[in-house]
């Protein structure tokens, strides 16, 4: 079984910081990319950032210059660095990992349970 899990959120003001971290674990092949989303209060889940196995990332508009992500292949992890963050940052983070596990020899998406980032003005 696979197992995508994120930590890192919490409460920070405006213009603070903010490092998520998600770890995919278990019986995995190979992992294409990683990214995260967002959904907050009454919006649907949105893309904030992503990154292949080689390097290549894609940023929302929105984050493009605040937000790096980054990723260990090593340790099948992902970090979110966040700064200057923004009121209109808050949401749950969710974490998305584009992979083949061992047992189903197929591509498909496992998502964690999210965490939430808040941040006050």
């Known amino acids: 079984q696979v197992q995508v899990v994120e930590s890192g959120g919490g409460l920070v003001q405006a213009g603070g910081s903010l490092r998520l971290s998600c770890a995919a674990s278990?019986?995995?092949?190979?992992?294409?990319?990683m990214g995260w989303y967002r959904q907050g209060p009454g919006e649907q889940r949105e893309l904030v950032a992503s990154?292949?196995?080689?390097?290549?990332?894609n940023y929302a508009d929105s984050v493009k210059g605040r937000f790096t992500i980054s990723r260990d292949n090593a340790k099948n992890t992902v970090y979110l660095q966040m700064n200057s963050l923004k009121p209109e940052d808050t949401a749950v983070y969710y974490c998305?990992?584009?992979?083949?596990?061992?047992?189903?020899?197929?591509?498909?998406?496992?998502w964690g349970k999210g965490t939430l980032v808040t941040v006050s003005s």
């Open positions: 998305k990992a584009a992979l083949i596990a061992t047992l189903t020899k197929a591509p498909q998406d496992y």
């Open positions: 278990g019986r995995i092949f190979g992992i294409y990319a």
């Open positions: 990154i292949t196995s080689s390097g290549d990332t």
